[in-house]
């Protein structure tokens, strides 16, 4: 039983790493149905820079937006930088292109870089 559980995760996940492309065949669709016809699932992004955007910019702002509890607490641990990678949300255009072909967005996981 387990070991189904596991194929079907896996099934899923490659199914949607794979959704890029357009063309989706709905048989490698169905192990993830739920009732009511819906599908929850998670889709991945590859970056975090929104297009008018410079990593740079991107950090900082990340930054700038750190509970001082955060700072204290990151700066016992961190010396080089106080916010990585899992700081930065996943950019709004992405989340808007995902919502426009009619998904409704239950999570935005910044850690992630996923919706699902």
């Given at each position: 039983?387990?070991?189904?559980?596991?194929?079907?995760?896996?099934?899923?996940?490659?199914?949607?790493?794979?959704?890029?492309?357009?063309?989706?065949?709905?048989n490698?669709?169905?192990?993830?149905?739920?009732?009511?016809?819906?599908y929850?699932?998670?889709?991945?992004?590859?970056?975090?820079?929104?297009?008018?955007?410079?990593?740079?910019?991107?950090?900082?702002?990340?930054?700038?937006?750190?509970?001082?509890?955060?700072?204290?607490?990151?700066?016992?641990?961190?010396?080089f930088?106080?916010?990585?990678?899992?700081?930065?949300?996943?950019?709004?255009?992405?989340?808007?292109?995902?919502?426009?072909?009619?998904?409704?967005?239950?999570?935005v996981?910044?850690?992630?870089?996923?919706?699902?």
């Open positions: 039983m387990m070991m189904l559980i596991r194929k079907t995760i896996l099934f899923l996940f490659l199914g949607f790493l794979l959704s890029a492309n357009p063309q989706v065949n709905e490698m669709l169905r192990a993830g149905l739920r009732s009511g016809g819906l929850r699932v998670w889709i991945f992004f590859n970056d975090k820079t929104e297009s008018d955007s410079t990593p740079d910019n991107v950090f900082q702002k990340a930054l700038d937006n750190l509970d001082d509890r955060t700072r204290t607490r990151r700066s016992k641990v961190r010396h930088s106080l916010v990585d990678n899992r700081d930065i949300p996943v950019p709004t255009e992405y989340t808007e292109k995902v919502r426009s072909t009619g998904v409704l967005i239950r999570t996981s910044k850690w992630l870089n996923a919706v699902s």
